[in-house]
């Protein structure tokens, strides 16, 4: 591990205060003292952050929640409030991991999760995120978690998190503090980044910016919500596929739907035009298709994670049949 200061914040206004663009912050330090030790990640300074005032979740106006970036990832998914109005959060949440990550994982850190791509972390083989400019071993290499959506030819990682696909499909809004002490709102939508040709840059963050919370608005009234994770096994594996719905059926017809998938693309997806082939529709498997087909136009696998394209396709289509009781 190469050598780097370490230091402990008292507030949130220091933590930010004379960061660099080698700097990092960490709280339950899930996945970046794994990057450490193998010097993917070899940040100059680490801030401690783990002790700051980041740990309540709190209600807000209009019945919505406010969460700290630094709530555990466990008693996020066991919040009464949570599991009450956001069970598609508390069940993605639950899916991922161990239960001893869940305990240390933090809200903020689960956001800035790296890719689990065997590339990236294979640091004899050439990777565009890790190193920028030397290829991308994932493409004709072994490629079978990756994505078939939104990739680049420079990059077909994926993004690993589960509670950031149902915190998609919740329009939740990301809270930062920037080094110069001004607050920033960045709905979740615009929070990724596609890979392009700059697929080591992942989100809109500046350096140095801080993640403070995540506000989530109230859902709709009368809504149903599901989270399904498809994977290689029960537990602590990464999605191949996962659907989070949101869905309201009135009146035999569909009147809002909110759909957002993992293990598909290098961010949480959300596709609008999947979501407006189906509102106004009265539930059907022939509607439920039409969507998949929608989500699916432009998908490419790359060989061994061609299975994705049928998986997702019949996943989705389950998972729609049974928010609408279809």
């Known amino acids: 591990m190469k050598t780097f200061t370490y230091e402990k914040a008292d507030s949130a206004e220091s933590a930010v205060k004379d960061t660099a663009a080698s700097t990092r912050f960490i709280a339950g330090g899930t996945n970046l003292l794994d990057l450490m030790k193998l ?47 956001y069970e598609v959060l508390s069940r993605a949440l639950l899916a991922g991991a161990s239960g001893q990550l869940r305990n240390k994982a933090t809200t903020g850190g689960n956001l800035l999760q790296r890719t689990r791509c065997y590339y990236f972390y294979d640091t004899s083989m050439a990777c565009n995120k890790r190193a920028p400019g030397s290829g991308c071993s994932a493409i004709e290499g072994f490629n079978r978690i990756l994505a078939v959506l939104g990739t680049s030819d420079k990059c077909i990682a994926t993004h690993p998190s589960d509670m950031a696909v ?42 140095g910016e801080l993640i403070t919370h995540v506000e989530l608005p109230a859902p709709p009234e009368g809504t149903k919500q599901l989270y399904r994770k498809v994977r290689d096994r029960a537990s602590y594996a990464f999605a191949l ?86």
Request: aromatic letters at 4%.
């Open 39 to 85: 010097q993917i990640e070899t940040p100059d300074k680490l801030v401690d952050i783990s002790r700051l005032p980041l740990s309540e979740i709190e209600d807000i106006d209009g019945g919505g929640l406010l969460i700290g970036a630094l709530v555990p990832n466990s008693d996020l998914a066991a919040d009464s409030r949570v599991i009450e109005r």
């Open 166 to 207: 149902a915190m998609r499909a919740l329009n939740a809004t990301v809270v930062t503090l920037k080094t110069d002490g001004d607050k920033r709102r960045i709905s979740i939508h615009d929070f990724y980044r596609l890979p392009g040709d700059t697929p080591d840059v992942e989100t809109v963050l500046e350096p």
């Open 241 to 326: 596929v996962s659907v989070a719905g949101v869905v309201k059926v009135g009146d035999g017809k569909i009147e809002s739907a909110a759909l957002a998938f993992g293990g598909l693309g290098p961010m949480p997806w959300r596709d609008e035009a999947v979501e407006a082939a189906l509102i106004g529709k009265a539930p059907s498997k022939a509607v439920f298709a039409e969507a998949a087909d929608i989500l699916l136009k432009n998908a490419q696998g790359f060989g061994s994670n061609d299975f994705k394209i049928p998986l997702t396709r019949r996943t989705l289509i389950a998972c729609l049949a049974q928010l609408t009781g279809e």
